[in-house]
């Protein structure tokens, strides 16, 4: 089966937009019935972290920052500083996605006009899903969806 690809989004208007509360919780609950889906990718590697880019769909939809001193991940913001290692990483991602969940709010970015809904492991966001202004569609990381897609991951 097949889905079909999330639509390009344009630029949006900017004039003010009238948020309701309704379509915070729409966003909340439609990462709710996604989450299970989520899978992790090929980690890549930077000079000083590696981060592992959670995929829905073969689109990527964040990524994870993974500390290879403790084989957790680390809190959004924060990439572990340490000599990168992808033993284990895609496998350990893999499971932590497994005991995440979602957080009963969103906050909404009006320069991308989406809600960006936070999924935590533990005490520690992970993961900042975006999902369209009216709740209803994930919006992927179109640029690390490239990023993957480049290096054949």
């Known amino acids: 089966m097949s889905a079909p690809f999330p639509p390009i989004r344009r630029t949006p208007e900017r004039k003010s937009r009238i948020l309701k509360p309704e379509d915070a919780e729409k966003a909340v609950e439609l990462v709710k019935q996604a ?16 981060d592992v880019p959670v995929l829905y769909l073969d689109f990527a939809i964040d ?12 809190p959004k913001g924060a990439p572990p500083h340490a000599e990168p290692s ?50 209803s569609e994930l919006i992927p990381d179109y640029h690390l969806t490239q990023e993957v897609r480049r290096h054949g991951l």
């Open 63 to 74: 990524r994870v920052h993974y500390d290879p001193r403790t084989g957790n991940p680390s």
């Open 86 to 135: 992808l033993e284990g990483a895609r496998e350990r991602i893999g499971e932590v996605l497994k005991e995440a969940y979602v957080l009963e709010g969103a906050e909404f970015r009006e320069p991308e006009d989406c809600w960006v809904v936070p999924v935590a492991w533990k005490s520690f966001i992970i993961l900042h899903v975006r999902v369209s202004a009216d709740g």
């Open 35 to 50: 989450l299970p889906f989520f899978r992790p990718g090929e980690p890549i590697v930077h000079p000083d972290h590696v």
